[in-house]
């Protein structure tokens, strides 16, 4: 019986996500039944979501079960069908979770076309993160020609393509990043008018010197302190997008200090999950994949080879140790 | 010449307002030159907002200035004109601030017809703070029948019209009031379903009692630690039309503890200024006044009788020491 590998939930964290909330297993293959196809995972998308769903506590989503393949969106190739829409060779993207092989009926499932695009853009700038950041962008944010726009974590796959879609909407893009060397490479290679190292630089004083005249929209992906810094900064009628929440997943939020700027700037503040939000995929999706094949839309991508390397992986990711989009290698 | 009283901001706040940031003036009444009109003043109204305009620091309005007669919005009657629109015996609903008189050009000033209302009404109900408590409801709320809508200040001039507006609505409305008093005066007379009495009872406990299915929409008039008790209780997609924050007033702001919610529960906060929103007075001034009129909208005035003691009303008031709209009766 052919046998695959698979990463499941073996407790959950209580503080910071350890190498022990995983576990590594064996097990058979399934057989495919009618209406089924089988697929083999060539990359895993790790995301910032995931750390939420291994708590038990009400999260926006269902908890992650213990014991049972850690969730997560995946880009394979189907390898056997019972299925009529799917066939072998076909490129997929799916939610099969942390594993090498995948059973699947169709349902969230959707072929890639990689005539243009490497498959593993679809787990990047034409997938998931890609919508998200199109849609706080757009539809919370609002954004205008002219405005200008913060956004935190923005050398990653969220972030990175906020600010070149707001820098596309004509509006002054602003990131912050951790470090030098996303800093250098989300003011250089993708094109944003600045970027504020945290680690390094005071972000409320930096803010100040680059945005005199204020921020219009902000697009959340932390939490934490850098919203502490940029709330005094935001106009009047400002939005925040609120996508995530990083710095408060290990059971330790950070409060907002200081709520009276939303009276006394008239902000909007709005959290969201993109999944909640179908509806935009197809013209988001159609626009983003459009803008990377034409070389418009930049991302980088780190990868992490190998199944068994994804627990670290994401511990990384989570410390803000990957640049760009995080994926893991299967094949 | 003929002389009158007014208030002016001696001193600004350090914490506390005090007695000692108001002097009492007595100064002589201006003449009335070509296209102004002199008012006398028969209410003022004390509202929350002034609080944050004695401070230096930037807030939602300028600040108002050191030596100048305490702004506010006024009910009386027109004495002497030389106005085209305005003639002497016409009621009138003005900003003229702290004064037993003052002249106006008429810029944004309006006749009160009091056939079916009384003048004071147009300071409470049929004024700013009704017009506020409906464009939260009705425009950041969004409330549909068989929402759950909390409202905090339940008893106060803006809470009190959003319960109701509530409930005629269709919703189930909670009011959080400060005393037994108070919260049967929102549970009774005002038929709010229920009342939680904050300083006696456990907000996060009973809201979860009387909520058990959660709460779709919170009119914030308080801020702090309220906030942070109904944060949690907050359904998916819930909305919160943040209208006041008297806790941070003094300079102590109230941090929001865990803004992990508004993501885990996708909530929408926004913050508002009624003024910056005189599209929707007409309508809602018809609807309220309508209402009032027919007996459909209570409402409950705390007067303090002359000038003089404004401020000790206006210090009462940040304490929630009065009881429905706190208005000064000059005539």
């Given at each position: ?23 590594l297993?064996?097990?058979?293959t ?11 995972n ?11 769903r ?15 393949t ?12 019972r ?16 594993q ?53 974590a ?9 600010g070149?879609l ?46 005199p005249d204020?921020v ?34 290990d059971g ?16 909007k ?19 983003l ?6 070389g ?21 990711l ?14």
């Open positions: 019986m052919p046998k695959y590998r698979r990463i499941v939930l073996a407790s959950r964290p209580s503080g910071p996500v350890t190498p022990e909330n995983f576990r297993e064996t097990i058979d399934p057989a495919v039944a009618d209406g089924q196809f089988l697929v083999r060539h990359y895993l998308s790790l995301d910032p979501y995931m750390r939420g291994m708590n038990e506590s009400r999260s926006y989503a269902a908890s992650q079960p213990l014991n049972e850690m969730v997560g969106g995946t880009a394979g190739e189907v390898v056997e069908s299925h009529s829409r799917f066939t072998v060779g076909d490129q997929v993207v799916a939610y099969l979770g942390w090498e092989y995948g059973l699947s009926d169709g349902t969230g499932v959707y072929k890639a076309d990689t005539t243009h695009l490497p498959l593993s853009a679809y787990l990047g700038p034409v997938g998931m993160p890609g919508v998200t950041a199109w849609y706080g962008l757009n539809r919370i944010i609002a954004a205008k020609a002219g405005n200008t726009v913060v956004v935190s923005a050398s990653g796959a969220v972030g990175s393509v906020v070149q707001a820098r596309l909407a004509g509006c002054r893009a602003i990131g912050i990043a951790g470090g030098a060397e996303k800093c250098t490479y989300v003011a250089g290679e993708l094109g944003f008018d600045a970027c504020i190292d945290y680690k390094h630089e005071d972000v409320a004083k930096s803010l100040k010197a680059l945005a204020g219009d929209g902000y697009f959340e992906n932390v939490g934490g302190e850098i919203l502490n810094a940029v709330l005094p900064r935001m106009n009047a009628f400002g939005r925040i997008a609120l996508c995530g929440m990083i710095a408060g997943y330790q939020p950070t409060p907002i200090t200081n709520p009276t700027w939303f009276l006394i700037s008239r902000l503040l709005e959290g969201f999950i993109i999944t909640e939000h179908m509806d935009v995929w197809p013209v988001a999706l159609r626009e994949g459009g803008l990377v094949a034409r418009k839309l930049r991302y980088r991508e780190t990868v992490a080879p190998g199944l068994e390397n994804a627990p670290a992986a994401f511990i990384g989570l410390k803000g140790q990957n640049f760009g989009k995080q994926l893991v290698k299967l094949v």
